[in-house]
């Protein structure tokens, strides 16, 4: 739990390893009143003007408007948090909520739109068991079960065909569709766990990690560059990754700091371990991340 907020912006230098990938103008620490759930970054809207917010946990979703410095609440429910969505003109906030019945039972996950202007939540996809995943292509909010299937809405609510790539994990297995057809991509075999999967902006290259490292394939599953530790890694463009080097005693995170990689393999370490960054979310010219302590910040930074 966060102290009391205050009114203050820290500013700190970046470190660079190897190149200059980035050019940083300032790190910024953003003060946000005190609730557990604005302990963790989850996203940032694409024009860098609103924070998501989400507990730990990734319980509750939470709107952090950067100028007007307003907080408003998106859903209270577990899990909402987790792999919430921001439509590409920032209209639209996509999340999963998560619903109980027959006395704790059977547990359904649905998929909710909070249309930002009018602050109006609509279901999109109806409650499920066995939901496995959200995820977001063009206008397209694509909702994965067990089994594979997939339930595809636009973000206005009508029933759409996936065309363009979208990845889906279930099983811990990436799920690549396509023109309606979904198949699964495993570029290091299926003993593997893949996790933290995205698509590169041109919709050309996986992003993954698994227990080996990081890697970038292409969306045949062929292997196009071993970015080595690098965790919950985002896309800045097609050729440069943002991640999180984290360490911890077997308990509690130690340290961490937020990496630039790029497929040529480039390095440059954007904060000090001091700050323990961890979660970054990227926007335009913006990295958003957090720390343990519930602490945000924003880098602001040129390519």
């Not at 896309?235 to 630039?260: A, C, N, R």
Request: hydrophobic share 40%.
């Amino acid at each position: 739990m966060r102290k009391k907020f205050f009114i203050s912006v820290a500013v700190f230098s970046a470190l660079i390893v190897d190149a200059q990938i980035l050019k940083v103008d300032s790190i910024e620490r953003v003060t946000i009143p005190e609730s557990e759930m604005t302990e963790q970054v989850v996203g940032i809207s694409p024009k860098g003007d609103f924070l998501l917010l989400s507990s730990q946990s990734q319980e509750g979703l939470v709107r952090f408007d950067l100028s007007k410095k307003a907080l408003t609440v998106i859903s209270d429910a577990p899990s909402a948090g987790f792999n919430a969505c921001i439509s590409q003109d920032g209209s639209k906030i996509l999340f999963q909520e998560m619903s109980v019945a027959d006395e704790g039972r059977v547990i359904k996950h649905g998929v909710k739109s909070l249309d930002v202007k009018k602050q109006k939540v609509t279901q999109l996809i109806s409650p499920k068991e066995n939901f496995s995943s959200l995820s977001l292509s063009g206008d397209v909010v694509v909702g994965m079960s067990a089994g594979q299937k997939i339930d595809a809405k636009t973000i206005k609510g009508k029933s759409a065909t996936v065309k363009k790539p979208v990845l889906n994990n279930d099983d811990l297995k990436i799920w690549l569709t396509v023109d309606g057809k979904t198949r699964k991509i495993a570029p290091q075999g299926d003993d593997f766990a893949y996790i933290w999967e995205s698509l590169s902006p041109d919709m050309t290259k996986i992003l993954y990690v698994n227990e080996a490292g990081c890697f970038v394939t292409d969306l045949n599953g062929m292997i196009l560059a071993n970015l080595g530790e690098l965790r919950a890694p985002k896309w800045i463009d097609d050729s440069t990754v943002v991640g999180m080097l984290d360490h911890d005693d077997g308990t509690v995170v130690t340290s961490s700091e937020i990496v630039v990689k790029t497929l040529s393999g480039g390095v440059q370490i954007l904060t000090d371990s001091s700050l323990t960054g961890m979660w970054p979310q990227v926007a335009e010219g913006k990295i958003a991340f957090s720390n343990p302590k519930g602490e945000i910040y924003i880098i602001n930074y040129k390519k």
